[in-house]
Nanobody
């Protein structure tokens, strides 16, 4: 198992940028795929972005394509989500999740991941 801790959330204005971090401990993340999910008040948790364990493939939900960038730094045992041009509809609790050696087309599904962080809140004001 790997323990995950998110950070970097906050209150920003529309158009601003934030970078979320997901720091892992307990094991090296080198062979872990990672996903970012978010949950807005009163809504279900939704997929935001994912990165393969090799780092060679990234996946995004349509609403964040071109604005968000997921990345990983294995040396720091940390994943990142760079969020640019934030919109009020991006307001949510953001969660990172990890799965050892995840591959195939399963990156989009929360049930696939078995390691989760506690979440960090992002609020975008208009």
């Amino acid at each position: 198992q790997v323990q995950l801790v998110e950070s970097g959330g906050g209150l920003v204005q529309a158009g601003d940028s934030l970078t979320l971090s997901c720091a892992a401990s307990g094991r090296s993340i080198s062979f872990y795929a990672m996903g970012w999910f978010r949950q807005a008040p009163g809504k279900e948790r939704e997929f935001v972005a994912a990165i393969s364990w090799s780092g060679g493939n990234t996946y995004y939900t349509d609403s964040v394509k071109g604005r968000f960038t997921i990345s990983r730094d294995n040396a720091k045992n940390t994943w990142y989500l760079q969020m640019n041009s934030l919109k009020p509809e991006d307001t949510a609790d953001y969660y990172c999740a990890a799965k050892f050696m995840l591959s195939g087309g399963s990156y989009y599904y929360a049930d696939v991941y078995d390691n989760w962080g506690q979440g960090t809140q992002v609020t975008v004001s208009s």
